[in-house]
């Protein structure tokens, strides 16, 4: 049975810190390239993140450059968004999801259909 389970949401103030965990099981972590897209309320999915499969390639979206984190650990079968100076506009739930190495790409489409896997959420909310 194949499983992604985020962790690590919640409510942060302006300007704080989060870290995002996603646990994969049920297939080969090490041969999918992993992304974290996000939804807004009212909006719809926001690519945010991608790693490849060994964790040399990453891509942001603009709109997190230089304060969001991506890695992976495929002994542990983990991927992670390390989150700073968080800004309101962050509020959303963020998923993780994986892809097939052989039609991966660096940048995410923001369709949940694409993945080969998507998990379940974590809510992050940014308020003062």
């Known amino acids: 049975q194949v499983q992604l389970v985020e962790s690590g949401g919640g409510l942060v103030h302006p300007g704080g810190s989060l870290r995002l965990s996603c646990v994969a099981s049920g297939f080969s972590f090490s041969d999918y390239w992993m992304y974290w897209v996000r939804q807004a309320p009212g909006k719809g999915l926001e690519w945010v993140s991608t790693i490849n499969t060994v964790g040399e390639t990453t891509r942001y979206a603009d709109s997190v450059k230089g304060r969001l984190s991506i890695s992976r650990d495929n002994a542990k079968n983990t991927l992670t968004l390390q989150m700073n100076s968080l800004k309101s506009e962050d509020s959303a739930v963020y998923y993780c999801?994986?892809?097939?190495?052989?039609?991966?790409?660096?940048?995410?489409?923001?369709?949940?259909?694409?993945?080969?896997?998507w998990g379940q959420g974590t809510q992050v909310t940014v308020s003062s």
């Open positions: 999801a994986a892809k097939g190495r052989t039609f991966a790409r660096a940048v995410g489409v923001p369709t949940k259909e694409w993945y080969d896997y």
